[in-house]
C-alpha cells in the first residue's frame, strides 16, 4: 500500500545519503534506494516473505567458501552478471565479444608451456585448442598472456574435487610466441550443471529451471597497450546453447572443435591422430589510454 508516509521514508533515506562523499556512490545508493523501494511497494512482501527474502541471502553468505562463490552464481543465474559484462563491454563488431567470468576462477592457474596439457587426469577425449591473439588492426600481439581453466570431462572444476583432481587441472596460463600464437592440449568439455546444493540450486528447483551450462572453455586474453577480455568458447552443437542457465551464449563464441586426421600436425602437437581441433582467434581493442607508439611486448 503506497500511502504519503512510505513515501517520505524513501525520501529520508535517500535525504540521509547526501553527505555522502563520492558522487558516484551517492548515485548508486540512492537509485538502489528508489529501486528496492519501488519494488516494496509494488510487491507488498509479507514479513514472513521478507523474513525469508533475508534468510536466502545469509544462507548465500555462508555458502561462500575461498573455493566457491554463491553470490557471484547468484548474479550469473539471475543474467545480471551478463548484464552488467555487456554494459561493460567494448560493443565493436571487430574484437572478441565478453561474456561471464564465472563463481570458478577461484584460484591462480600454473604457468605452462606453449603445447602443455592442462587435463591432467586424461580421462576425456583429447584436443588442441590453438590460435593467434590480435589488435584490433589486425597486427599479432606477441607475448600476449591467456589464463585459461576448464572443468574436466565430467563436468567438475578442480576446486570442487580437491580429494579427486590435482590442483590445477584444467587451467593453464599461457604467454602467446613472437607471432600471437597460442596452443594448448586438454580434454574437449561436457555440458554440466552448475552447483545445486545450495540456496542458489533451491532458486533453480523453485522455479523450474535446469541447471546446466553448454560446454565451453574459459579465457581472459590480456596483451600490453589493450584492454583484457574476459570470454568463453563454447562447442559448436552442445546441449544447452540455447539455454545456458546464466544467459552467457554469444554466437560469435560458439566454435568447432573438428575432428582431424592428420599425422604430421598431430605429432607436432603430441596428440595421436584423428583428434578434435578448436582453431580460433582472440582480437583484443587498443585502449584508448595507451601510448600508440609504445612498443609492443
Not at 554494459?87 to 564465472?102: F, K, R
Not at 599461457?174 to 568439455?189: I, L, M, N
Amino acid at each position: 500500500m503506497t500511502t504519503e508516509f512510505t513515501t517520505r521514508i524513501t525520501e529520508a533515506v535517500v535525504d540521509s545519503l547526501d553527505g555522502t562523499a563520492d558522487p558516484r556512490l551517492r548515485e548508486l545508493l540512492t537509485a538502489l534506494t528508489r529501486h528496492l523501494h519501488a519494488f516494496v511497494r509494488e510487491t507488498e512482501p509479507t514479513m514472513a516473505e521478507w523474513e525469508q527474502a533475508i534468510g536466502f541471502l545469509t544462507a548465500t553468505g555462508q555458502t561462500c567458501t575461498d573455493t566457491r562463490q554463491e553470490f557471484v552464481l547468484l548474479s550469473d543465474v539471475l543474467g545480471v552478471s551478463m548484464l552488467v559484462e555487456t554494459i561493460n563491454s567494448d560493443g565493436s563488431g571487430d574484437v572478441t565479444e565478453s561474456t561471464v567470468l564465472g563463481p570458478f576462477h577461484m584460484t591462480e592457474s600454473p604457468v605452462r608451456e606453449l603445447g602443455a596439457d592442462i587435463d591432467l587426469v586424461g580421462d576425456g577425449e583429447p584436443c588442441v585448442v590453438s590460435g593467434r591473439v590480435l589488435s584490433n588492426d589486425g597486427t599479432e600481439l606477441p607475448g600476449a598472456v591467456l589464463d585459461v581453466w576448464q572443468a574436466n570431462a565430467e563436468g567438475y572444476y578442480d576446486v570442487q574435487q580437491p580429494d579427486v583432481q590435482p590442483a590445477g587441472n584444467g587451467r593453464g596460463l599461457f604467454t602467446a610466441d613472437d607471432e600471437g600464437r597460442f596452443r594448448f592440449r586438454t580434454c574437449v568439455p561436457s555440458p554440466y550443471p552448475i552447483p545445486t546444493d545450495g540456496p542458489v540450486g533451491d532458486l533453480l528447483r523453485s522455479t523450474g529451471r535446469h541447471p546446466y551450462r553448454p560446454a565451453h572453455i574459459h579465457f581472459i586474453a590480456s596483451a600490453e597497450g589493450h584492454t583484457p577480455v574476459t570470454t568463453h568458447i563454447f562447442v559448436a552443437g552442445s546441449d544447452h546453447l540455447d539455454s545456458d542457465a546464466v544467459f552467457a551464449v554469444k554466437e560469435s563464441l560458439v566454435q568447432d572443435f573438428t575432428e582431424t586426421d592428420d599425422p604430421p600436425l598431430a605429432r607436432e602437437f603430441g596428440i595421436p591422430s584423428p583428434f578434435r581441433h578448436a582453431r580460433f582467434d582472440l582480437v583484443l581493442n587498443r585502449d584508448p589510454n595507451s601510448d600508440p607508439n609504445a612498443e609492443r611486448p
